[in-house]
């Protein structure tokens, strides 16, 4: 069986082998890789674009993307770095369709700083965990992470909710290494202090 | 160290990319500054809580109409090549 490997990786990836049988027409083995990455590719969309029906769409507007163009994946990066990076292209436009007076790209740098210097000293106490619910610890994680500028939460998203690396990351987007570093830092900082209204310690004599 | 040099290694801390004299120096700029040491627990809880917590269920019906569509569009364009 041939072995297609990336000269940058010493250790095949077991995508590898089934991207090869789905380049010669193994529908099996795409199918394989749909259900490996169906559900982080739709929860990517869903994170950039905010809207179910839209992460949906994404999803197998991606996925078919992928299949059409897999004569052209060449393997120099993972194959699932190469579907995310559809996956946010095809987001990006549909943020950039809905919103027609705001621009909306990954190279646009946000130049505010707004929540970029740590303003609540307070600590979290108790844990996130314990002074609420899991449903309403999800809202309020939603809630939050909508408030940030798209570009900043999607390197967030990637990076700290996904678990791409820092390189990978760099790559879906088409970002430097340096520029993910930057805007993750301050997609941090910016949920931090957000979060921080939520879940920071109360004043005694303060109302819950 | 000060506490916007702690602000500018911050993102290092927490994916391991800081030497380790790095790491001690903010060990002992933490020990003494206690907002710095709270932008470093809080942050660490950020990533944290967004990591532990699915906020975008998919739930397995949703999992299984959005796989069954994929399918369809694929083969649909396998059928027509």
Request: a negative charge; glycine letters at 4%; charged letters at 30%.
């Given at each position: 069986?041939?072995?297609?490997?990336?000269?940058?990786?010493?250790e095949v990836?077991p995508?590898v082998?089934?991207?090869a049988r789905a380049?010669?027409?193994?529908?099996a083995?795409?199918e394989?890789?749909?259900?490996?990455?169906?559900r982080?590719?739709?929860?990517?969309?869903?994170?950039i674009?905010?809207?179910r029906?839209?992460?949906e769409d994404?999803?197998?507007?991606a996925?078919?993307?992928?299949?059409e163009?897999?004569e052209?994946f060449?393997?120099?990066?993972?194959f699932?770095t190469?579907l995310?990076?559809i996956?946010?292209?095809?987001?990006?436009?549909?943020?950039?369709?809905?919103?027609?007076?705001?621009?909306?790209?990954?190279?646009?740098?946000?130049?505010?700083?707004?929540?970029?210097?740590p303003?609540?000293?307070?600590?979290?106490?108790?844990?996130?965990?314990?002074q609420?619910?899991?449903a309403?610890?999800a809202?309020?994680?939603?809630?939050t992470?909508?408030?940030?500028?798209?570009?900043?939460?999607?390197?967030?998203?990637?990076?700290?909710?996904?678990?791409?690396?820092?390189?990978?990351?760099?790559?879906a987007?088409?970002?430097?290494?340096?520029?993910?570093?930057?805007?993750l830092?301050r997609?941090?900082l910016?949920l931090?202090?957000r979060?921080?209204?939520?879940?920071r310690?109360?004043?005694?004599?303060?109302?819950? | 160290?000060?506490?916007?040099?702690?602000?500018s290694h911050?993102?290092d801390?927490?994916?391991?990319?800081?030497?380790?004299?790095?790491?001690e120096?903010?060990?002992?700029?933490?020990?003494?500054?206690?907002?710095?040491?709270?932008?470093?627990?809080?942050?660490?809880?950020?990533?944290?809580?967004?990591?532990?917590?699915e906020?975008?269920?998919?739930?397995?019906?949703?999992?299984?109409?959005?796989?069954?569509?994929?399918?369809?569009?694929c083969?649909?364009?396998?059928k027509?090549?």
């Amino acid at each position: 069986m041939p072995a297609i490997q990336s000269p940058a990786t010493e250790e095949v990836h077991p995508d590898v082998a089934l991207v090869a049988r789905a380049k010669e027409g193994d529908t099996a083995a795409f199918e394989q890789l749909v259900r490996q990455y169906e559900r982080q590719i739709f929860r990517v969309a869903q994170h950039i674009t905010q809207n179910r029906e839209d992460a949906e769409d994404i999803t197998q507007d991606a996925f078919l993307k992928a299949y059409e163009k897999l004569e052209q994946f060449q393997g120099n990066s993972k194959f699932s770095t190469w579907l995310v990076r559809i996956a946010v292209n095809e987001s990006l436009m549909r943020l950039r369709k809905r919103k027609t007076s705001k621009t909306v790209s990954m190279d646009e740098d946000v130049q505010t700083d707004e929540g970029s210097i740590p303003r609540d000293f307070a600590e979290w106490r108790p844990n996130p965990e314990q002074q609420y619910n899991q449903a309403e610890l999800a809202e309020i994680l939603r809630k939050t992470i909508q408030g940030l500028p798209p570009g900043f939460r999607t390197v967030f998203t990637l990076r700290d909710v996904e678990n791409l690396s820092t390189e990978e990351t760099a790559e879906a987007l088409g970002l430097s290494v340096p520029a993910v570093k930057s805007r993750l830092l301050r997609a941090r900082l910016q949920l931090r202090e957000r979060l921080s209204r939520y879940f920071r310690q109360k004043q005694e004599g303060q109302p819950a | 160290m000060n506490c916007t040099d702690l602000l500018s290694h911050l993102s290092d801390y927490f994916d391991d990319q800081l030497t380790i004299e790095l790491r001690e120096e903010i060990s002992e700029h933490t020990a003494g500054c206690q907002h710095c040491r709270v932008v470093l627990n809080t942050t660490h809880q950020t990533i944290e809580v967004y990591k532990g917590n699915e906020i975008y269920e998919v739930s397995p019906g949703l999992r299984e109409r959005l796989h069954s569509a994929i399918m369809a569009k694929c083969l649909a364009v396998k059928k027509q090549a």
